[in-house]
């Protein structure tokens, strides 16, 4: 159990293509979209863009950085926009509400510098 009254917002990036190769070899999410700029532009975008679940990590490192790994109950998320290369993504979260022994934290992952989310979801804690 842990105490807490506000969460700490957290910066990550940039996006690298190392980074998307890293996640690509990592998870097996081999998809040319994040690997092939030539699939990329097939599908509409510009470039490669990151791996939705590579956004998720960076959602992992932030709830870990102000909560115990332990304490984690659940994460939900729903993908929002494409997180393109060289992106600087912020986390930043506020309670939603606090029942029993559990905390319900609502999350958005925005795209530094604009007011594109990205990512958008609750983590559910347990809190003193």
Not at 38 to 43: C, L, S, V, Y
Not at 58 to 83: K, Y
Not at 87 to 108: A, F, K
Request: charge should be negative.
């Amino acid at each position: 159990m842990f105490d807490i009254t506000t969460v700490p917002a957290a910066a990550f990036g940039p996006v690298t293509r190392a980074m998307l190769a890293d996640y690509a070899a990592a998870s097996g999410d081999n998809n040319p979209l994040h690997l092939s700029d030539t699939a990329a532009q097939q599908a509409g975008f510009h470039e490669v863009i990151a791996q939705g679940m590579l956004s998720m990590a960076f959602v992992g490192r932030w709830v870990t950085s102000w909560c115990p790994l332990h304490a984690v109950q659940s994460i939900s998320s729903r993908f929002t926009a494409p997180t393109p290369l060289g992106s600087h993504l912020r986390c930043e979260g506020r309670i939603r509400s606090v029942e029993n022994d559990s905390l319900t934290v609502d999350y958005t992952v925005t795209l530094e510098g604009s007011n594109v989310i990205t990512l958008k979801g609750a983590v559910v804690v347990k809190a003193d």
